[in-house]
């Protein structure tokens, strides 16, 4: 499955009753083909960034169409706020 280099929010870790009030902002998102999600995200603030790592690894060819038949196309859709590094861009110049 996909990866973050985030720590998981400390409010998921603290107790329950903590658990319980974070978990309403933050839900396990992006699964992938053949796995369940793990990475904690809050699709309205947190910001979903594409490095050329993650790129490689994940996207294939296009990146618009690769993305969206690797990842969850219904999660992706809601995410508000998206970064690609620059060198990304760079190829579609």
């Known amino acids: 499955g996909l990866h973050s280099d985030c720590p998981i929010p400390s409010l998921l870790l603290a107790c329950r009753e903590s658990f319980s009030?974070?978990?309403?902002?933050?839900?396990?998102?992006?699964?992938?083909?053949?796995?369940?999600?793990?990475?904690?995200?809050?699709?309205?603030?947190?910001?979903?960034?594409?490095?050329?790592?993650?790129?490689?690894?994940y996207i294939c060819d296009d990146i618009f169409d690769g993305i969206l038949d690797y990842f969850c196309r219904d999660e992706l859709a809601k995410v508000e706020n998206l970064s690609l590094h620059e060198s990304l861009l760079e190829c579609y110049d």
Do not use: M
């Open 21 to 57: 009030v974070a978990s309403k902002a933050y839900t396990r998102s992006f699964s992938s083909l053949g796995a369940v999600p793990q990475i904690y995200f809050n699709l309205q603030l947190d910001t979903l960034h594409i490095d050329h790592e993650s790129y490689c690894e």
